[in-house]
């Protein structure tokens, strides 16, 4: 998360034009959708091992 934050920040200080800042947030933004899922089914996974 805290590649994301720097990665983000570097964009927005950065001289890119306004639509590779977008395609540079849309592209976090899947990462991130990405990451959200594997850690909701971890953390489902350990919730049922402790159910088990």
């Known amino acids: 998360l805290q590649r994301i934050d720097f990665f983000?920040?570097?964009?927005?200080?950065s001289e890119c034009s306004?639509?590779?800042?977008?395609?540079a947030l849309q592209w976090v933004s899947e990462l991130t959708d990405?990451?959200?899922?594997?850690i909701r089914t971890h953390e489902y996974n350990r919730s049922m091992?402790?159910?088990?």
């Open 8 to 13: 983000l920040k570097l964009v927005a200080a």
């Open 49 to 52: 091992d402790v159910i088990n």
């Open 34 to 38: 990405e990451l959200m899922a594997k």
């Open 18 to 23: 306004d639509e590779e800042k977008g395609l």
